[in-house]
Every structure is written in C-alpha cells, then in structure tokens.
C-alpha cells in the first residue's frame, strides 16, 4: 500500500512533495500527495496547469527506483503514460495515444499531462517525483486552451475521484515497479504502439520553422527522429526542441 497524502488546497503537489523530502517529513519510501485544488500548478516548459476545484485528478507519485540510470529516466516517462492510457482503455474510451513525450491524447485532445521531476546521486536517480494532472470530470474548458478533453467527454458519465485514484494508482505501480533495464524492450514496444504521429504526416514546429513530418523513431534515451516529409530528411530532436502543432479545434464550448 503506497502512503497517500491528501489536500484540499496547495501551491502544487510536485511542490509538496519535494518539500516533505527536503525537511525529512516525507513517509518512508514511496508515497503519493493529492490536491483538489493547486493554486500555483505546474506544467511543462515553465507552463501553468490549471484544474477547478475538485473535478480531476491531480497527483505527484514520488518513486524511489533501486537502481535506475539518470541516462534511463525515459523509461519512467514511457512506463507512466503507458499506465495512464491503460486506464483509459479500461474505462472504455477509444483513440488513446501518447504525444511524446508523456502527454496523454484522446484523438488530437490531451487528457492527461505530467511534470517528472527527477532528484539524481551520481549516475542514480535518487527519486522521481511523477506529477500527473488528468482530465477527469470537468464539462467544459477555457477557450484559450489549444485542444483539453476530459474522461467525462468521452464517455458521458460521471466518476467518483477517489475511486479512480485508487485504480490508477494501482496500474501506475505496477508500470513503475516494472522498470527495470531488462524490459526496456517491452516498455519500448508498448509505448511505440500507442505513440501519437508515428509513420504519420502531421504538422510539426521546430524554432521557426514549420513543417510537415513523420515520426520514424524515439529511441530509449527518449529522443525522438522525425523525417520532414517533403525533403525525406530525418533529425534527431530533445524534448522542447520540436512541437506538434494542434490543428484548430472547433470551440464547443467555454
Ligand atoms: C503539462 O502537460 O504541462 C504537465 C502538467 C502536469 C500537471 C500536474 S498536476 C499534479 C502535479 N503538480 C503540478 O504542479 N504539476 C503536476
């Protein structure tokens, strides 16, 4: 049973959580702090992550691997995206896929995205702190968001989030736990077959320019080769050096 810690209202769970490590608070080995609310909630690329009050999940997993190389932290990307979309298949929805490096997308709308903050001793990752924000029943979005969907979109039902908490937990340790140097293989293979864009043409930004490509690769150090589609070229991009842009969405509503 993984220790789990629960707030009504904080700045950001990944916050809480290195905060317990760093003032030694923290439970013993690995624990999970919740939020119904963040008031300071942090996303990708200094980004801000946005949730009302009590309608999603929003949760930091801190994991203390045995013995994980920084040069494999991807691994804990992939096999934390692979959980998220498991769940989702075993709630029914279709359409899931994983835009690398670790959101979660419904069609061409992200459902979940995370911030893995990882704390390193030498060549080890000393722990991981994997901060998930998923969609779970809100109705209706801002319209300044590109392209947000919700479990309660896709299916029209209503969850109780503690129940949901409970099962995603449990599929996200058992993913984690799974981590090791002699499944890279499998976990390359599974997160290779839901990955959004692979052998496809979509519209791509990499510092200026924009472009048509098609992913043809990730290897596992988590870089990822998109061939231009138009000059057949292949690069080799680090996350925040290429983009996929979200083509227009049709706003339903506010
Ligand atoms: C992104 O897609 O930009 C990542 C969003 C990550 C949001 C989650 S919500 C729980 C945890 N606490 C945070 O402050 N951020 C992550």
């Known amino acids: 049973m993984t220790n789990e810690i629960k707030y009504s209202i904080i ?7 290195q905060r317990q490590l760093q003032n030694g608070v923290a439970p013993k080995g690995d ?3 919740r939020a119904d609310f963040q008031t300071d909630g942090r996303g990708q690329r200094g980004n801000t992550w946005y949730s009302p009050n009590a309608m999603n999940l929003m949760f930091s997993y801190v994991f203390f691997p045995t013995k994980l190389e920084v040069r494999n932290q991807f691994m804990l990307s992939q096999a934390s995206a692979i959980a998220v979309a498991e769940y989702l ?3 029914g929805v279709e359409d899931v896929s994983i835009k690398w490096p670790n959101d979660v997308y419904v069609g061409m709308k992200k459902i979940c995205g995370m911030l893995i903050e990882n704390t390193v001793s030498g060549h080890y ?5 994997i901060g998930i924000g998923l969609n779970i029943n809100q109705p209706t979005f801002p319209d300044n968001l590109p392209n947000p969907i919700s479990l309660t979109k896709c299916t029209g039902k209503q969850y109780d989030l503690d129940q949901e908490f409970s099962t995603i937990i449990e599929i996200l340790r058992q993913k984690i736990y799974d981590i090791s140097a002699s499944n890279a293989e499998t976990l390359m293979s599974q997160y290779k077959s839901i990955m959004l864009g692979l052998d496809r043409t979509l519209i791509y930004r990499s510092g200026g320019k924009v472009f ?19 000059t057949n070229v292949q690069q ?19």
Do not use: C, W
């Open 89 to 91: 298949k075993q709630k």
């Open 212 to 230: 048509k490509g098609i992913i043809r690769d990730v290897d596992r150090h988590g870089m990822l080769t998109v061939e231009d589609a138009e």
């Open 11 to 17: 700045d950001s769970t990944n916050n809480e959580a």
């Open 236 to 254: 080799s991009y680090a996350f925040n050096e290429v983009n996929l842009v979200i083509p227009e969405q049709k706003k339903e509503n506010i």
């Open 125 to 129: 990752i000393r722990y991981s702190i």
């Open 31 to 33: 624990f999970v702090i």
